[in-house]
């Protein structure tokens, strides 16, 4: 996945400012703001790659159209994270790069998942690979953001 790569280096660079934060920016660390991106990265492909190409259908979402193609940015504090993509434990440099690691085996043969595999997201609906690939860029993008607003 060309677009995601990029946003994987970027992410791998902050992980060494793991233990940061800024209360007035987020109550989370930094570390937590990379776990979570991994982990949505990671159990989204999963679950693409799982999906079954034949069940997927296009529906229109006005929220999926503002913030995917009229915003291109998530907001702020308007939503809060699944428990399925919330770090649990303790976050350290190993754990981290264990799991950016695990995200660059799963995105490996990407390429080859078909076109319509889709995974349901509970405020954008049933989102096929284009879509995913977008989506996890904006989602990273925002926690980079996030990243960097805390470490400066």
């Not at 982990?39 to 999926?64: E, G, H, M, V």
């Not at 950016?100 to 690979?129: I, S, T």
């Not at 690939?133 to 926690?143: A, D, G, M, P, Q």
Request: charged share 25%; glycine share 2%; with cysteine.
């Amino acid at each position: 996945m060309n677009t995601i790569n990029p946003i994987l280096v970027i992410l791998s660079s902050k992980i060494n400012d793991f233990e940061r934060k800024n209360i007035d920016v987020s109550k989370s660390s930094v570390g937590w703001h990379l776990e979570h991106s991994l982990k949505t990265i990671d159990q989204i492909i999963t679950a693409c790659k799982k999906s079954d190409p034949s069940t997927y259908q296009w529906k229109f979402k006005l929220n999926r159209f503002l913030i995917m193609d009229v915003l291109q940015k998530i907001p702020r504090g308007k939503a809060k994270a699944p428990k399925v993509v919330q770090p649990e434990g303790d976050i350290s440099k190993e754990s981290l790069q264990m799991h950016l690691d695990k995200v660059y085996q799963n995105l490996e043969n990407w390429e080859d998942v078909h076109e319509n595999c889709c995974f349901f997201h509970p405020f954008f609906g049933n989102l096929n690979k284009k879509a995913t690939e977008k989506f996890l860029v904006l989602h990273t993008n925002h926690h980079l953001k996030i990243i960097e607003d805390i470490c400066n």
